[in-house]
């Protein structure tokens, strides 16, 4: 440990001697929930960065990180570094990908692409071959006048290969696909009173219980709604989020993406263990402007994306046109 320290001290020492500029790692939250900043991540290489924001991440098992940008889908690896993009067979990339999931399916990881653009969301192997997709809405008489009402924000698939679509940008409604991909109900549209969303933004099936349930991000009416597999109402968990957008599982923990600023981690019963970035209250919230310069290294403006990967680490997305993901590691309490 103090060979390390030594080395640390000698390049923070050589940097600073060069001219370069030093970004210390920051921590944000609270008691067993505190998370530290990992300056610099993702790097890459002349020439190529992040770009507009209003997409998702998500993470594989082997320590990759995908980052959906406006025009292509980022792989950031294990080492941190820029490794490319994933594209078909026919060298074309996935543009306008708004939420995404890295998912195991029949013994093979697979994301799970929602794009609201083209009225589908679409199932892809990190090599780019699409496995299936589901395009346009369920074709019920009178649930859509016209495909353009549909924007599916998000999607999740059970470990029993049921299929679950988020229409956030649309009619906020859920709907519930078999494992066949067969349309089996809705539920939801727009309203402000319970079981009714305003922008039903994220899905997330969470295992963790004896039977996997359904965890919606109703990010306008500033709640996170909990529901069965079949659709039926469970409870609110929180109504006092800040327009939550986005939701990931590591463990027994739940981490939700907030719109307005703020990560906020959950135990299994989904008591509030802590909450992130949220430190600096003279910040502007929730505005995908904000300029590099008046960035503060760990504190949030306007999560879109949340995920952890493999070892626990946690990834903020920020809708922004500069582009901005942070990562977060935990800081095990003395």
Same mark, same amino acid.
């Given at each position: ?17 060069? &001219? ?13 929930? @505190? ?11 002349? $020439? ?5 924001? *209003? ?19 980022? @792989? ?21 990908? =708004? ?48 495909? $353009?009402?549909?924007?599916?924000? +998000? ?5 029993? $290969?049921?299929? @679950? ?9 859920? =709907?519930?696909? +078999? ?21 039903? *933004? ?23 709604? *909990?529901?069965?597999?079949? &659709? ?9 989020? $800040? ?6 599982? =590591? ?11 703020? %990560? ?8 509030? %263990? ?7 209250? +003279? ?15 760990? +504190? ?21 046109? =500069? ?12």
């Amino acid at each position: 440990m103090r060979i390390c320290s030594v080395l640390l001290s000698l390049v923070l020492v050589l940097s600073l001697a060069l &001219g370069a500029e030093i970004t210390a790692p920051a921590r944000t939250g609270q008691g067993a929930g @505190v998370y530290e900043t990992v300056p610099g991540w993702p790097s890459y290489p002349e $020439g190529k960065r992040l770009g507009n924001l *209003h997409g998702d991440l998500a993470a594989d098992s082997k320590g990759n990180v995908y980052i959906a940008t406006g025009n292509t889908i980022q @792989v950031i690896g294990p080492d941190g570094n820029y490794h490319g993009e994933i594209r078909t067979k026919g060298g074309k990339v996935f543009k306008g990908v =708004h939420g995404m999931k890295v998912r195991r399916l029949e013994g093979e990881e697979i994301l799970l692409l929602a794009m609201p653009r083209i009225k589908r969301v679409v199932a892809v192997k990190p090599d780019g071959t699409v496995v299936w997709q589901i395009i346009g809405p369920p074709e019920v008489p009178g649930m859509y006048k016209s495909r $353009g009402e549909y924007n599916p924000t +998000d999607m999740d698939v059970s470990p029993d $290969g049921r299929v @679950v679509i988020v229409d956030g940008y649309g009619k906020s409604l859920v =709907h519930l696909y +078999d494992k066949d991909r067969k349309y089996m109900k809705s539920f939801g549209g727009k309203g402000k009173e319970t079981e009714k969303f305003d922008v039903c *933004h994220n899905i997330l099936i969470d295992p963790r219980g004896e039977k996997p349930t359904l965890l919606i991000s109703d990010r306008q009416n500033n709640r996170l709604q *909990h529901y069965d597999m079949e &659709g039926n109402f469970i409870r609110t968990i929180d109504d006092q989020l $800040g327009r939550p957008c986005a939701a990931d599982i =590591h463990g027994e923990v739940l981490a939700v993406g907030e719109l307005d600023g703020r %990560i906020s981690l959950y135990g299994k019963d989904y008591k509030l %263990i802590s909450r992130l970035g949220d430190e600096r209250k +003279d910040r502007q919230k929730a505005s995908n402007q904000i300029s590099p310069e008046h960035w503060h290294e760990g +504190d949030l403006v306007a999560v879109h994306g949340c995920t952890f990967d493999v070892h626990g680490a946690l990834y903020a997305q920020e809708w922004n046109v =500069h582009g901005r993901v942070t990562k977060y590691i935990r800081v095990e309490a003395p």
